[in-house]
Nanobody, 114 residues
Framework: VQLVESGGGLVQPGGSLRLSCRAS????????IGWYRQAPGKERELVAT???????NYVDSVKGRFTISRDNAKNTVYLQMNSLKPEDTAVYYC?????????WGKGTLVTVSS
């Protein structure tokens, strides 16, 4: 199982970024995928999830600003992040839970700063 995140970077407050998570080594289309983030000095928190059927869920702090989506043909999950705030600064991780085992990517750093 491999999860590879990309798309992070430095962006000004109010800006946008799109993160990608490319998956391999398992049947992507039938599994839910989640995006988590970990800010400096804080615990990792769940940001958004998407089920195999496309149902989505978000933490309250990103509702209306972030959108999670998936392209099963490309084995990829996206996180579109708009109206970014400094408090969104974190390393963002992709997660798949397969048969009760958590798999993680190495993360991609998002920095929101002027």
């Amino acid at each position: 199982v491999q999860l590879v995140e990309s798309g992070g970077g430095l962006v000004q407050p109010g800006g946008s970024l799109r993160l990608s998570c490319r998956a391999s080594g398992f049947t992507f289309s039938i599994n839910a995928i989640g995006w988590y983030r970990q800010a400096p000095g804080k615990e990792r928190e769940l940001v958004a999830t998407i089920t195999s059927g496309g149902s989505t869920n978000y933490v309250d702090s990103v509702k209306g600003r972030f959108t999670i989506s998936r392209d099963n043909a490309k084995n990829t999950v996206y996180l579109q992040m708009n109206s970014l705030k400094p408090e969104d600064t974190a390393v963002y991780y992709c997660n798949a839970n397969l048969y009760t085992v958590d798999y993680w990517g190495k993360g991609t750093l998002v920095t929101v700063s002027s």
